[in-house]
Every structure is written in C-alpha cells, then in structure tokens.
C-alpha cells in the first residue's frame, strides 16, 4: 500500500495526489504540515531530513522526497504506457516539459503570486511585487499557449506527467483575484482538466486554511 504524507492543501502535494488518482492507486495519506505539524518530529526527520512534503513510502523503496522524483517514479512503476510514455524519445518529451513547467509555471506562480495575493493580509500586500510576478509568468503561460495550440496537451496528444506538473497549478490561478491575459488554447486545457475526476478530487481543493485576512 503506497503512503503519503502531506496535507490536501499543499499544491505540490496535490500534484502527487492527482497522479495517484489517475493511477488508481491504493493508498493512505496522513496530513503533515502547516498547521498540522508531524513534519517537526524526530519521525518524520527520517523520512525526509528536509522536513517538507510530499514524501511517499512504497514497496521495496527508501521513503521517497521532491514532487518531480515521486512524479516520474510513480509513471515508471505504474503508469507505463499512460501518464508515463514508453518509448524514450517520448519519455524525454514529458521529462522535458515536466521540469519546464514545475521551474517555470510552479515555482513562478506558488510564492511570487499565490504567497503575496492569497497568504498574505491585504494591507500587506506589495502590489507592484505581485504585477511585476504576473508579468514573468504570463512570459512563460504564453509557451504553453502556443504548444497547446498544437495539441491538447502539453507533451503529447494524451494526459502525462508534463500536464501534472503544470496542471495542478492552474485551478489555483484561474481561481484567485488577479489579472490574466487572454490565453484561450490555456483556458480550453484546464477546462478539459477540470472535467477529470481525479483532478476535481486532488487539485480542485478549497485553500480557505492558507488565506491570510
């Protein structure tokens, strides 16, 4: 039975989540971090000397840290043929645009925009911080406009873990109080990503915990 630990809210973990869904995996997962602590205790120090989430423990593994490793180890070992290709041309396509969209989509949305409009008081808020983000990030969304004009998803003509890595973030973007650009092909992917359940299940997840007001 695989384990996860790290609460629904956490977006990285939720990309996890997402994949296990897809997978239909049997699992279990305990809530660590934030407000839920466990990620402080000599236990989890074990797991993952970082003391961050999500980490996996699985059969015959060493407990298993950072989202993209855990990503492509679940494809690997049970998502051959789906989520993860099986020809090695097409595997490095996914691996591509995975790291592509975790280093360019995630970590310039999660904490330049997410951090300083939604876990940040208003009154705090640094708005031309928070403009000058979204003006980095529209740079990047508009490369995957143009790759999903050409296909309806990122890597590939089907659903990998490229569409994990980027996916998971955009409820969060589409769903938040900021200005977007119109980015219609982008639009039309989350919204065929919005009508799979595992997506709806894992990543369509209320953030009220992280609001700060």
């Known amino acids: 039975m ?8 956490s977006s990285n973990v939720q990309a996890v989540m997402w994949a296990v869904g897809e997978l239909g995996l049997e699992h279990v997962r305990h809530d660590a971090g934030h407000t839920y602590g466990v990620v402080d205790s000599v236990a989890f120090y074990t797991l993952n000397p970082n003391r961050t989430v999500p980490v996996i423990e699985d059969d015959g593994i060493a407990p298993l840290w950072e989202t993209g ?4 180890y679940l494809g690997r070992r049970y998502g051959q043929g789906t989520l993860w290709p099986v020809d090695m041309v097409e595997q490095a396509e996914v691996d591509k645009w995975a790291d592509w969209a975790k280093l360019n989509v995630a970590m310039n949305f999660t904490v330049p925009v997410f951090w300083r409009a939604v876990r940040t008081a208003p009154d705090q808020q640094d708005t031309d911080a928070i403009a000058v983000a979204l003006a980095t990030l529209e740079d990047k969304l508009a ?3 143009t790759q999903l004009t050409k296909q309806r998803y990122l890597a590939s003509g089907t659903l990998t873990l490229a569409d994990i890595q980027l996916g998971h973030v955009l409820y969060r973007y589409f769903d938040i109080d900021i200005p977007r ?12 990503l919005t009508e799979r359940p595992a997506f709806r299940e894992h990543v369509m997840v209320s953030y009220d915990e992280l609001r700060v007001t």
């Open 2 to 9: 695989l384990t996860i630990w790290g609460r629904k809210t």
């Open 69 to 72: 490793a855990i990503l492509r």
């Open 143 to 145: 490369i995957a406009e």
């Open 181 to 192: 650009p119109n980015l219609p092909a982008l639009e039309a992917y989350f919204e065929r």
